[in-house]
């Protein structure tokens, strides 16, 4: 009697600084912001980890922010895995380990956990790319304490877009690509009917933020809000 979906998942987010750049073009694209990573925030259904917020004013660079990014998904996967195999699956390893002498490939199901973004693949794994976060997830994490069998890490692109990554410890999945095409945040909030601690639905609602304005990591030690013309997106003409 145990459950035959995996059990455990992490999401994330992320959020970056709009720096200005002034006449760089590629063919007839011209580029007018570096989307350089501000912040990043991790939720799951772990006990425990819950919820993590990792921002570039403690880490210092962005890769010090990607290093601390594997270093929290690590961390939750080494619970979420401690208390499958010692609780949740337990019955089900020592009976295959009894009938087979074998539970590598239900090990190897159970030592992959997935973590999950919302359109991860066209935004920010790309926008993460060039600080490195490629090269560490492809990297033998160091610390780990669950041994893996091992497995030859892969990356699934469509174009531009990161369909899925995985090392075998971790494995990067896009909810987007799993819904109706042209479905938003806020309409896929709205017709998951989520429920929590966010109780209306204005609440729970993606809200306003001053992307453009937000172009150095030094103004969020501003103490009042900007003013409203600095929400105005340049990309959106609203």
Known sequence: NVPF????????????ILSKV????AGATQYINEHIPLSISIASNISGCEIKHLSLRTCGTPQQLIKELFNELYRMREIAIKDMKENIYKPLIDKLLKETNDSNKFNTWINEIPVIGFN?????IPALRAYGFIDILLK????VITPVPPIKPFIVKKGGKYISLSNGYLKFLDYILYIGPGTDLNNFIKESNITGELNTQQQRLKGFFPYEYIDDVNKLNE???PPKEAFYSTLKGQ
């Open 5 to 16: 979906n995996y059990p455990y998942f992490i999401t994330w987010d992320i959020e970056c």
């Open 223 to 225: 103490n009042k809000l």
């Open 22 to 25: 002034t006449g760089e073009m």
């Open 140 to 143: 033998q994490p160091i610390g």
């Open 120 to 124: 991860t693949s066209s935004y920010d």
